[in-house]
């Protein structure tokens, strides 16, 4: 760990990238405190403290929907906007055609999503104005407040995506999940002095042990199956090429338990958390109450993310693991799988192989996911309420995904230390 802190800072490229992502998230963290004009702080802090899902879903902007800034949807919009988009490239043949049209085809799609992602967040945003209408300040006009909420929050949401697509291209790490990330970590002093606060009122010293204890055994556990692999040896022919020799050697394709990442985690939430905001926009009973079931300690929500989870990881597996084309670079190259003959056995073992790991990869995350609210339920330490569910994965995996890719560029860094 000490190796890597020191490589940042040693290395001029890798020390730019860091920089760089630094003064990202530090904008985004100042544009999290910029209100929009027109609302009552009062009443709009005495409205999250009823515990509703607008609670859960301030975990992803680091607190700017609670002080409804001008970044108050965060990255929602346009992880919601990625989602639509990878589905349809799926279900529409134009879309599919498109992505592999190589450099131009995913910009094309990028730039599809972008667009989306504005509409999405305009829609967002017309819906939270009229919602929030009733902890205006008073005498505010509410024509002013709906254009300017609309446009501040819409401004707001398509720079965070402008944000997130800089750092994937000039920093280091994908910038989206750095930017949850920054505000999940962000909201961390807050839940310890809310723990403190309600251990000094009363709570069970115990309980908010057992919860502690809970968050380090997922924090390992997240770990070991993270860094888990399956290798699959592949054996190299010898093939002779004009006067060399090539191949004779063996080698092995690192087949991660959870391929996914911390993707599947974000799309679930992302999806369950736009309804059901959605619905506490529309004063109308019935959907209040189906609201109230969405609720993230609600034996509703738990099951529905549960699912999506599921879902998420294997259709993001599905999407970036392709058995057929790797089978045949390896039948291309002179390779074989022991035991399993080249060509269409090959990725028929290779999806095989994929879909069992998937499927312990997905278990593993739904059952992390869900198993921290149920902690809460018993010890009734509701503090860290959202932080044991789904940011604690987010926070432990890009950690992790961060600290790999530095190492990569540090050990590219070293190979061509070696080639000048």
Same mark, same amino acid.
């Given at each position: ?7 940042? +800072? ?51 902007? *680091?607190? /700017? ?17 990625? #989602? ?16 592999? @049209? *190589? ?58 995506? &402008?944000?997130? @697509? ?65 290798? #699959? ?33 974000? +799309? ?22 189906? /609201?109230? &079931? ?15 989870? +599921?879902?998420?990881?294997? +259709? ?34 290779? @999806? ?23 902690? @809460? ?44």
């Amino acid at each position: 760990m000490f190796n890597v802190i020191s490589g940042i +800072f040693n290395i001029a490229d890798l020390r730019k990238k860091f920089l760089y992502t630094l003064g990202m998230l530090i904008l985004f963290r100042f544009g999290s405190h910029i209100p929009v004009a027109g609302i009552d702080a009062t009443k709009l802090a005495a409205l999250f403290g009823r515990g509703n899902i607008l609670g859960f879903l301030d975990l992803f902007t *680091g607190g /700017a929907l609670l002080r409804f800034s001008v970044f108050a949807m965060g990255i929602v919009p346009y992880i919601n906007a990625s #989602i639509i988009m990878q589905l349809l490239t799926v279900v529409i043949p134009q879309l599919e055609e498109l992505s592999k @049209e *190589g450099e131009s085809g995913r910009k094309q799609i990028a730039s599809y999503t972008r667009y989306l992602t504005v509409v999405l967040a305009a829609f967002q945003a017309f819906g939270m104005s009229f919602w929030l209408r009733g902890v205006m300040l008073v005498g505010y006009n509410f024509l002013f407040f709906l254009i300017g909420t609309v446009v501040a929050l819409t401004a707001g949401s398509t720079m965070v995506m &402008w944000f997130s @697509e800089l750092i994937t291209e000039h920093g280091i790490g994908n910038g989206a999940s750095l930017l949850i990330f920054t505000g999940i970590v962000a909201r961390i002093p807050s839940y310890i002095a809310r723990t403190a606060t309600l251990v000094q009122g009363g709570a069970s010293l115990v309980g908010v042990i057992i919860l502690v204890i809970s968050f380090l055994l997922m924090i390992m556990a997240i770990v070991v199956v993270q860094e888990g692999q399956r290798r #699959i040896q592949v054996q190299y022919a010898k093939r002779i090429v004009g006067r060399k020799m090539y191949g004779g050697q063996s080698t092995y394709i690192p087949l991660r338990i959870n391929q996914g990442g911390v993707i599947p985690i974000i +799309f679930a939430s992302s999806v369950l958390l736009f309804p059901a905001t959605i619905a506490q926009f529309i004063p109308v009973q019935a959907i209040q109450k189906m /609201a109230g &079931w969405m609720s993230p300690s609600g034996i509703l929500y738990m099951v529905i993310y549960f699912c999506l989870i +599921f879902f998420f990881t294997y +259709f993001y597996t599905a999407i970036t693991f392709n058995p057929v084309e790797l089978a045949n670079n390896i039948k291309k190259y002179g390779g074989f799988i022991m035991g399993i003959r080249p060509g269409r056995p090959t990725a028929e073992y290779l @999806e095989h192989v994929i879909t069992r790991l998937t499927l312990v990869g997905a278990l593993f995350l739904a059952i992390v996911a869900i198993v921290p609210s149920i902690i @809460e339920q018993m010890t009734h330490i509701t503090s860290f309420q959202g932080l044991g569910s789904t940011a604690l994965l987010i926070v432990v995996g890009v950690a992790m995904d961060l600290v790999r890719q530095i190492e990569t560029h540090l050990v590219t860094r070293q190979y061509e230390g070696l080639l000048v």
